[in-house]
């Protein structure tokens, strides 16, 4: 039955590449559009510009802001130019006429919202019938916040990083979370479990450490892993991300963070839309290797090992999940379709995305599992005392999985939508209403099943997950006044997670309901999120300086609570119940003092409060003596910067700023056995940076780009909130071991992080790395050490020690084909974990290790025409068998993986 599934899956992942190559060729074929006349009003129309003399691509940044065109150039045409600016009135024409002067630069205005430049004649500059330069959209300023290029993290004095969807694309990988891979600082937990992501920012992670938004708005809940403790997720679809924009260190915007943020945009026009059209169509299709269909819940897999005390030797496990596919076997597929339509004051974007997988299957190479000989006679304690067994077996690999074999609950299917519109009102006026919807079924287990080598590997029932998002966005920015630039947004994120039962027969039986082994009984949570912000920036000009003024307020609703069912089946391990409110006012201020001189300043206040809808009857949590239901707290977070510009394509930075995290719902509702303080107050993050900025040209050779990026961080945290073994009273004066949620003294991150870049004639080379130099946690002053505490969910937080990452790529044939990879190595936990100081007893959260490893991927596209673009990539080249760092489960990676796929935008 098995062997028929995987065929039949095989054959359809055949007939959906089939169709998709039938379908992009009839479309290519079968497509006639009109161009429109260009709109002149983008050339025409005067402004008010304000545009200081300076590097060119500071002064074309400005121009965008000011103009609110999209202003697109390739990178290096701006690199260690500079500019005589503009300040007046003057038509766009003009005013980009007087800002390129000397550059050697021409423009054009393809369309109404666009401005392209580029070196006249050049071969990346075409001539348009109508005598105008037309370049294809390489690098993009103006037209909205945040970082939009890979060249503006060089540009930007802080801790910052851009993944692009170029990179997205050609590093999707198996999961959603293997797309911040390469990033440094920035890791993704537990990716193998489940369809969600848990973003680690510099070994902070969880509990709203580093809030992830999508468009805006955020989506995020905690889900219960037994003894293991909780993971945080946020759901989405890089299939429809356009771009993800990083800031690491306590953020004073509207959503805060302490360890850094993640802001991520969905796909829009100008990602569909080709440079001088007006409407566009991008459908994508292809398929992967290395997977085999979900088998019947009730599957047993992996090598079997004993507990030291039993004396039994290991066995081999059944043969089945070692049937791992050809090496291009098609075996999963995915698709996608995009539409974009724009006008002078209208653009509107649609899209949908299927993607189907199986299990996949581990690697070949690597510390697969494998016994030892018999190590007897030893010593075998318990929490009873000790004995001599004479029979004792390990497991020398890193989990119970063997060679190639197929990984258990790792299927994932995805399906979702996107729809956007926005209106080009007159003086800088526009009104966005976005949607995004996300369903998917995946493999999900209790982490806590598969978190020690004597626990055998089995299918469980698959999960699911829901997210509905919509979003209203307005913005102000009038070219006549230099003092508004508003944006206000209001958002509302809908979420439901739906697990199988962990219940037995005993409690389903009485509800009337079937036995949970036999059929899939889903209990779960649902989360409803909602917020607004609104944020405006003035800018005046001084004797003493240029000023800036960015303000604004935000404010955050948090409502979860299980299903009914949920609070029946799962007591007292049931999901958190309450409601969490947080509001927020900030302010920063940045002064130019001389033309190589920059202060920053800001003041961010913030409150909340929270609610615990739980009762008795859905955790012993609520027992304990000295529980409260309500919980608040305020505080405010100050910030002050510098930055230096000794030379043109130069720049030092340093700053000093604070940060607040209020408790999650999870550390102030009651869930499980755990006890929550009364005294719980926020963590307070304590963050120095210093950095450095630098970019030049003809260096190595005429031509060449060079991009630096070096940053050293201290981030101290103190009332660190942390879950410990503490002694704790129930009603009725019963004292007994129990775990309790507080406050500790204090948590410190310190490191070191490089971004590089280098560029010449097609060729492109990207560093990253990061080291961590300490990390210590502190329950109190005087009890400082280089470990995760015992119980707390940190334990399996640390990042590796360090980490590296090359991507180079190649273009070739008049850039027609590029070919290229990534090298990765990931080494060893920075810092290792408390153990438990009573005999026999095993750690609370059992540390899930890694052993240091290299991937390699490969990618290679080639663009058959104007239209089709195919793409071949492949995942861990060298079928490395491997554990990814921050896991809660001892569950191996995917082993090679192959990809082809097309893409055709008309």
């Known amino acids: 039955m098995r062997n028929s599934d995987n065929a039949v899956r095989r054959r359809v992942a055949r007939k959906t590449l089939a169709a998709a190559l039938m379908l992009t060729s009839a479309i290519g074929a079968g497509w006639v559009m009109s161009t429109p006349a260009q709109a002149q009003s983008a050339a025409v129309e005067t402004v008010d510009f304000k545009v200081p003399a300076g590097p060119l691509n500071q002064a074309l940044a400005a121009f965008g802001r000011q103009s609110g065109l999209q202003v697109t150039y390739l990178a290096a045409s701006a690199t260690g130019k500079t500019s005589p600016g503009i300040t007046g009135r003057a038509t766009r024409d003009e005013a980009l006429a007087r800002i390129l002067a000397g550059s050697g630069l021409a423009f054009s205005f393809p369309n109404a919202t666009t401005a392209a430049i580029g070196a006249a004649g050049s071969p990346a500059a075409p001539v348009a019938t109508d005598g105008s330069t037309v370049l294809d959209v390489i690098d993009v300023t103006g037209g909205g916040g945040g970082i939009r290029s890979a060249e503006q993290v060089f540009e930007t004095p802080a801790a910052v990083s851009y993944i692009s969807q170029q990179t997205i ?278 982490a806590s099943i598969m978190s020690d080598m004597s626990s055998r590997p089995v299918q469980n029932w698959l999960a699911r997950a829901r997210t509905d998002t919509g979003t209203a966005t307005y913005a102000w920015n009038p070219q006549d006044n230099d003092l508004v630039d508003l944006k206000a947004r209001l958002w509302v994120s809908a979420l439901e997670t739906r697990n199988p039962t962990t219940a037995g027969r005993s409690k389903t039986t009485p509800l009337g309901l079937p036995n949970p082994l036999l059929e899939r009984i889903l209990i779960g949570s649902d989360t409803l999120m909602w917020g607004g912000d609104i944020g405006n920036t ?93 919980r608040d707290g305020s505080g405010i977070a100050p910030a002050i910067g510098a930055v230096v510009t000794p030379m043109d394509g130069m720049q030092l930075f340093a700053r000093y700023s604070e940060g607040l995290r209020s408790p999650a719902l999870s550390e102030s509702a009651s869930m499980a056995f755990t006890y929550v303080t009364p005294d719980i107050v926020p963590e307070r993050a304590h963050n120095w940076e210093l950095g450095m900025n630098l970019m030049r040209d ?156 290299t991937l390699v991927d490969l990618f290679a596209e080639y663009k058959v025409n104007d239209t089709l673009t195919a793409e071949l990539r492949v995942e861990n080249v060298a079928d490395q068998y491997y554990v990814d760092p921050l896991g809660l489960s001892n569950v191996p990676g995917p082993g090679r993986t192959i990809w082809a796929g097309l893409t055709a935008n008309f």
């Open 169 to 446: 694309e050609r590093f999707r990988g198996s999961s959603p979370g293997d797309i911040f891979r390469g990033t440094p600082g920035v890791m993704s937990a537990e990716s193998r479990n489940g369809a969600a992501i848990d973003i680690n920012i510099r070994g902070m992670q969880g509990m709203g450490r580093v809030p992830v938004t999508i468009d805006g708005a955020m989506n995020s809940t905690t889900a219960y892993q037994g003894y293991q403790g909780v993971s945080n997720r946020s759901y989405v679809d890089p299939d429809l991300i356009g771009g993800i924009d990083i800031s690491k260190g306590p953020a004073s915007g509207p959503f805060g963070g302490i360890g850094g943020s993640v802001a991520m945009r969905t796909i829009d026009a100008n990602d569909i839309i080709k440079d001088g059209k007006n409407i566009g169509l991008r459908i994508k299709g292809g398929v992967g290797t290395n997977t085999s269909s979900v088998p019947d819940r009730g599957t047993l897999g992996g090598m079997i090992f004993f507990l030291p005390n039993i004396g039994l030797p290991p066995r081999p496990g059944d043969a089945a999940g070692l049937d791992k596919p050809g090496l291009l076997e098609a075996t999963r597929g995915y698709g996608s379709a995009a539409a974009a339509a724009r006008g002078d004051n209208y653009e509107v974007v649609a899209a949908y995305a299927r993607r189907e997988n199986g299990n996949y299957h581990a690697g070949t190479h690597g510390p697969v599992a494998a016994p030892s000989g018999n190590l007897g006679p030893v010593q075998v304690c318990d929490t009873f005392g000790c004995q001599t067994q004479n029979n004792v077996y390990k497991n020398l690999g890193l989990t119970n999985y063997r060679r190639g074999e197929e990984v258990l609950n790792t299927s994932l299917d995805t399906e979702s939508w996107l729809a956007k519109g926005k209106l080009l009102f007159g003086d800088g006026q526009s009104f966005e209403l976005g949607y995004t919807g996300f369903r998917s079924e995946q493999g999900d287990i209790r």
């Open 538 to 630: 003035s800018l005046w000009q001084t004797p003493l300086g240029d000023v800036s003024l960015h303000y604004g307020a935000s404010y955050l609703s948090e409502d979860a609570r299980p299903t009914e069912l949920t609070r029946v089946l799962e007591y007292p391990y049931g999901p958190r119940n309450g409601t969490r409110e947080e509001t927020a006012v900030y302010a920063n201020a940045e002064w130019k003092a001389l033309d190589w001189l920059t202060f920053d300043a800001g003041l961010r206040y913030q409150s909340y409060n929270t609610l615990d809808r739980s009762e008795a009857r859905d955790t012993n949590g609520k027992l304990f003596i000295g529980q409260t239901d309500h």
């Open 698 to 853: 003809n260096v190595v050779a005429t031509g060449d780009e060079v991009w630096l990026k070096l940053g050293w961080f201290d981030n101290r945290v103190t009332d660190y909130i942390a879950r410990r073994v503490v002694d704790l009273q129930y009603t009725g004066g019963i004292v007994t071991k129990g775990l309790a949620v507080g406050n500790i003294d204090e948590a410190r991150f310190r490191g070191i992080e490089f971004t590089g870049h280098y560029a010449l004639a097609g060729l492109s080379l990207d560093l990253a790395a990061n080291y961590y130099t300490d990390i210590e946690f502190c329950p109190t002053a005087s009890t400082c050490s280089n470990s995760t505490l015992y119980g707390d969910y940190a334990t399996n937080q640390v990042p590796p020690e360090y980490s590296v990452s090359l991507t180079v790529s190649q273009k070739l044939f008049d850039e027609a084909l590029t070919i290229g990879g990534r090298v990765s190595y990931i080494g060893p936990k920075a810092i290792g974990s408390d153990q438990p100081t009573v005999q026999g007893a095993a750690p609370f959260i059992l540390p899930i290790n890694w052993d240091p490893y």
